[in-house]
């Protein structure tokens, strides 16, 4: 059966060992995480993880179904179909020898990202957008060398009705 | 009021009509222990804290209430694990208490620490690690009703030590309210009216029940869906005493040693409906194939449970019970009368079925067979004791030959399958029911498991049975090692076991053998009749088999016979 990428994402009792229970459930029953967040809300004592995970449409209901079993989780929504906005950031330390300096330049105008950190060999971009963005990005600045990466996962929020 | 960590436990033990722990203590909860004997709850001390949990889960299948246990921190916690997991697998509901090393002491590699809800999260329903004593109270609460809603479970609560002595001001109020966990117990009556209208249109319908019947005390409304509508009725291992064993609607148990007519009735019938199951390899065999004529419904409190393993027309999330009332009240309102005639073609099949393949063994002069020293014991006790086993060959057995006519009666490690569990069990389920005869059916090696329960029950007068049916392996693996591996039997001879006889005295119990079948009777009643922990041990055909057998992963239709 056809595995797709579901944006999970959760409001959870913001408790020691829940994180742990999310993760740990997720590697005893054999799903698979492509990437996790996990921080705050406003509402004192929840706070929001969001999974993305690959899975064919059986497994994604057990996922759904397995996390809402968990007494700590307050809310499971599958953001994958929904008019929702889902975002990334990263941070990309990109080689900046002089030939590149201008082009990385331009790259970052075009995709209105950031360069927060500048060094004789080097820039660090930052950027936040969809998953296509930051591939599209990441494939752009490759033939000059990317050092380092860290990426954040994706999150998401439904959008509200207009 | 101004209690104590341990006085508040107490407080809340009491509230929530806890009449007996198990229990086994140490440094960490030695002043829980000092307030315990000050209260009126008995407190049955084990011999290995997985004797205690096993002896609380038994407690808990036998009475319907929750089973608590209380352990010391470290390997008493580590002890627990087997009998926890045992009880998550069957959904028992259980309330767990661990002593743990004092709050700053935690995380430093204390003597005796173990990081025992890391260890349980997986195998417990929910679990707690009591930080402050101010939550004591409130944790407790939320343990028991974790433990006992929704699809029950065992709730393991950590109170390092000087939570147990802190103080702090005791709150009377019982209520507790968690937002994240609201168990749905109301079908569907949408859903519900849709298996109404499959009812009326089958042919060839079969009832399969679970444990959740068990656990939703809901075997007499699942007695009356199926007198009702004429359907005939088979069980997991789990939901075995949900259905009478007499009644001439009843097929015996499914799957992988069922009834030759109960698979067969899987295999050919055209609606299955599936209450408190959760389609588990040993019942469906190759699962592809499973009911594979038919349209299935299935009833569960667990949505997880639903869709797991097979493809279903009808999902129904609600408690088995209240489902059962509510279809029950459904057909009874459309009056229909022709069920009878409708299926009666169906019920011929079935009596054609069991014609050709009983549960029959043939009992010579010389060699006990073990089903015979069940077929026996099912007599001498006219069918009412309570029922512990081990795992194994012996476990089958106690299954397929005594015919249990009432819930709470069949008490099996299902879903685990662990040995050692019978003993302790049925130590647990004479603490709950002590004016039931209360026999664990064993086999040789699982008895070995938790024998040192034995001091147990003669301590505490539980006075148990056990059936040990000796035959000198560890026979159900042997089994699979004769069909499925040519016979070669590694290692799974025991052909070096104790004088069971002399074992018992030693413990101080009655130890009785018989070695040939004229004596199984005498034997048996000897130790029934006794007011004594007996061992009874019979020592059986060595390389018996269980049949019928339906091969791991093969379609149970395609049963081996003999
Ligand atoms: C704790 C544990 N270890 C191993 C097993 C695997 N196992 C299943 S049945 C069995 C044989 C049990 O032997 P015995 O108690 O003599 O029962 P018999 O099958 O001979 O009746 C074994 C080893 C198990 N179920 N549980
Ligand atoms: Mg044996």
């Known amino acids: ?162 | 009021m101004e209690m104590t960590g341990a006085q508040i436990l107490m407080a809340v033990l009491e509230e929530q009509g806890v009449d007996t722990i198990f229990g086994f203590p140490g440094g960490a909860v030695i002043d829980i222990y000092d307030e315990l004997v000050k209260t009126d709850i008995r407190h049955i001390l084990v011999r290995h804290e997985q004797g205690a949990v096993h002896a609380a889960d038994g407690y808990a299948r036998a009475s319907g209430r929750p089973g608590v246990c209380l352990v010391t921190s470290g390997p008493g916690a580590t002890n627990t694990v087997t009998g926890i997991a045992t009880a998550y697998m069957d959904s028992i509901p259980m309330v767990v208490i661990t002593g743990q090393v004092p709050t700053h002491l935690i995380g430093n590699d204390a003597f005796q620490e173990v990081d025992i809800t890391g260890i349980t999260r997986p195998c417990t329903k929910h679990n707690y690690l009591v930080k402050s004593v101010d939550d004591l109270a409130r944790v407790l609460r939320e343990a028991f009703y974790i433990a006992m809603s929704g699809r029950p479970g065992p709730v393991l609560v950590d109170i390092p030590k000087d939570v147990a002595n802190a103080h702090t001001r005791w709150n009377d109020n019982p209520q507790i309210r968690i937002k994240s966990y609201q168990p749905n117990y109301k079908p569907n009556m949408k859903q519900l009216k849709k298996v109404v209208g499959l009812i009326k249109k089958a042919k060839r319908p079969l009832l399969f029940g679970g444990g959740g019947l068990i656990l939703s005390n809901a075997a007499e409304a699942f007695t009356e869906f199926a007198r009702q509508t004429r359907t005939p009725v088979t069980t997991s291992l789990m939901g075995l005493g949900a259905f009478p064993g007499s009644d001439p609607l009843w097929l015996g148990m499914i799957g992988m040693h069922g009834t030759y007519r109960a698979n067969m009735s899987a295999g050919n019938c055209d609606l299955l409906i599936a209450i408190g199951v959760r389609f588990d390899d040993r019942v469906t065999g190759k699962i592809d194939t499973f009911a594979g004529k038919a349209k299935i419904v299935h009833i569960d409190i667990d949505p997880t449970s639903i869709r797991k393993n097979v493809q279903v027309a009808v999902p129904v999330v609600g408690g088995c019970r209240e489902s059962l009332e509510k279809l029950n009240a459904l057909i009874a309102e459309e009056q229909i009368d022709n069920f009878d005639e409708r299926h009666q073609e169906w019920l011929q099949q079935i009596d054609e079925w069991k014609a050709q393949f009983r549960m029959a063994y043939d009992q010579g002069e010389t060699v006990i067979k073990p089903q015979f020293v069940i077929d026996k014991l099912f007599e001498l006790t006219k069918g009412q004791a309570i029922v512990t086993t081990e795992v194994g060959q012996n476990q089958m057995w106690a299954a397929q030959f005594y015919h249990f006519d009432g819930p709470r009666q069949f008490i099996t490690s299902g879903g685990l399958g662990t040995m050692g569990f019978g003993l302790p069990a049925a130590i647990g389920a004479k603490a709950a029911c002590p004016d039931r005869q209360v026999v664990d059916i064993a086999g040789d090696g699982s008895i070995q498991m938790n024998i040192q329960e034995m001091a147990t029950a003669v301590q505490s007068c539980l006075p148990v049975k056990i059936v040990i049916l000796n035959n000198g392996y560890l026979g159900m693996v042997r089994q699979w090692q004769e069909l499925f591996y040519d016979r070669r039997y590694a290692c799974t001879l025991m052909d070096h076991q104790p004088d069971f006889v002399k074992l018992a005295d030693a413990y101080g119990a009655l130890g009785l053998r018989a070695t040939r079948p004229d004596e199984v009777e005498k034997v048996l009643q000897e130790g029934l009749a006794s007011d004594r922990t007996v061992i009874m041990d019979f020592v059986v055909e060595k390389e018996e088999s269980v049949y019928p057998m339906v091969p791991a992963g093969a379609n149970i239709t395609e049963m081996l016979l003999v």
């Open chain 1, 1 to 162: 059966m056809q595995e797709n990428k579901h944006v999970i994402t959760m409001l959870v009792d913001n408790e020691p060992g829940v994180l742990a229970r999310v993760v740990g459930l997720f590697g005893g029953r054999g799903f698979n995480i492509e990437s996790l967040c996990v921080a705050e809300t406003v509402t004192t004592g929840i706070s929001r993880i969001t999974i993305v995970t690959k899975a064919n449409p059986p497994v994604v209901e057990q996922i759904e179904k397995q996390l809402n079993k968990l007494i700590n989780i307050v809310k499971v929504r599958d953001l994958t179909h929904e008019d929702a906005v889902k975002r990334e950031m990263a941070l990309i330390c990109v080689k900046a020898s002089p030939e590149y300096r201008a082009e990385i330049l331009r790259i970052v105008d075009i995709f209105r990202c950031k360069v927060v950190d500048v060094g004789l060999e080097h820039f660090i971009i930052e950027v936040t957008g969809d998953e296509g963005k930051l591939t599209a990005l990441l494939n752009l600045l490759k033939p000059m060398g990317i050092k380092k990466i860290a990426r954040t996962g994706t999150i998401a929020l439904m959008r509200e009705p207009k």
